[in-house]
């Protein structure tokens, strides 16, 4: 089992930025990806983001290219999400995932691992 602990949401003004952090523990080795997705209210999840843990690969949902970064610390093993220039649109619940077999990248049942969420709200 993996277990993912998330932490960095909170209240910004449009046009702020703010860091996510995700803690893997556990059977880490088993991880292939890790990923975040988001969750409006009323909306369906979405992919956000992800990167593959072997390769270093990095991959993004066109809306959020160019504002959101991706990177990882391998030692921990902790992946982040710094995004800049936040948009009212980006206000959602945003988890982070892990993958052992990652095939599709963008559909949340790729990944078999789940945080708990936290909320980021941007303001306009």
């Known amino acids: 089992q993996v277990q993912l602990v998330e932490s960095g949401g909170g209240l910004v003004q449009a046009g702020g930025s703010l860091r996510l952090s995700c803690a893997a523990s556990?059977?880490?080795?088993?991880?292939?990806?890790m990923g975040w997705f988001r969750q409006a209210p009323g909306k369906e999840r979405e992919f956000v983001s992800a990167?593959?843990?072997?390769?270093?690969?990095?991959y993004y949902r066109a809306s959020v290219k160019g504002r959101f970064t991706i990177s990882r610390d391998n030692a921990k093993p902790t992946v982040y999400l710094q995004m800049n220039n936040l948009e009212p649109e980006d206000t959602a619940v945003y988890y982070c995932?892990?993958?052992?077999?990652?095939?599709?990248?963008?559909?949340?049942?790729?990944?078999?691992?789940w945080g708990q969420g936290t909320q980021v709200t941007v303001s306009s």
């Open positions: 995932a892990a993958s052992v077999n990652l095939r599709t990248i963008v559909a949340a049942s790729d990944y078999n691992y």
């Open positions: 556990g059977r880490t080795f088993s991880i292939d990806s």
């Open positions: 990167i593959r843990w072997s390769v270093d690969s990095r």
